[in-house]
């Protein structure tokens, strides 16, 4: 570290102790890069010894975003600190299966490429569609890419979600962003679809296509009463279909039972998807900056 006693030294002495420092950290930052890659070099040729498997990790990703948020202080903004951690992760999931990213630009093309720049970087190919049914077919097709929209898929998008019903169907895997915060620079909130994961999923709130028969004004209050909320509606052949978000302790048939309560006939309940517990991070005051 510099020495201290700063006041007895020439300003440019010190400038240039600190630029020493400076440097010193830079080089042992990318030295530590360096050997995460050669980690991640030895887990791609243990997972080829083992038949393989995703590389996407969403549960992990969403615990190292929030423990990294919890720990962060000083003056860099949390903001760089998670785009630089996200553009990693992102990348060296690339690096041990490449992936595209298919994203819709429906609602507007500008928030949805700041999202996906934010969480996936630059290296991860980028790929536009109109409509969230756009999005989930071209990953259906894909061999291991991902897709994104925004939560309510878009205005006019429909019940997107029964799209996900099949087994062999993307799920949604992801919520972003990780951390939350009202002054977020890529904060719109958005799901991520990938085919299913067999053993990576985050399973903190599951995701569920509700068709039953009826709208009645009881149904939020009703779910709400079992820890679900409605994440979208949309009629159907069927008559109508919800999209469900509840905690994986809410039973399906406690759902079934509630939605039943509230009068809306029969209802059939599948799940779409999962994803990691949203986490809100309350900034605090910067003694100087918000005095």
Known sequence: MVAVHDADKDPQQILGELRVEIDRID????????????????????????????????????????RLAERHRGLLPLDTIEG?????????TFVQSNYSVHADIAGGEAAMRDSERFHFGFTVP?????????VIDAVARSSGDLGMFRIDGGITAGAWWKRLIAPEAPKIIARLPFVERPDHPAGM?????????????????????AQLERW??????????????????????????????APAATSENALQLAMKDANAGHVRLSEVGSHAAR?????????????
């Not at 083992?50 to 969403?58: C, E, L, M, T, Y």
């Not at 409605?230 to 469900?244: F, H, Q, T, V, W």
Request: glycine share 10%; hydrophobic share 50%.
């Open 27 to 66: 080089a042992e930052m990318h030295a530590l890069l360096m050997s995460r890659g050669e980690i991640v070099d030895r887990l791609i040729g243990v997972k080829a010894r083992q038949g393989g498997g995703s590389a996407f990790r969403p549960g992990r990703e969403a615990e190292m975003m929030r």
């Open 84 to 92: 630089i951690w996200r553009i990693i992760i992102s990348t060296f």
């Open 126 to 134: 980028y790929i536009t569609h109109h409509g969230a049914a756009g």
């Open 189 to 209: 909130p958005v799901f991520v679809v990938a085919k299913p994961l067999a053993d990576a999923a985050a399973r903190d709130i599951i995701l569920y296509c």
């Open 216 to 245: 009645r004004d009881a149904l939020p209050s009703t779910l709400v009463g079992v820890g679900a909320e409605i994440i979208g509606n949309a009629a159907d052949e069927y008559g109508l279909s919800l999209l469900l978000a």
């Open 279 to 291: 986490f809100a991070f309350q900034r605090t005051a910067h003694p100087l900056k918000d005095a």
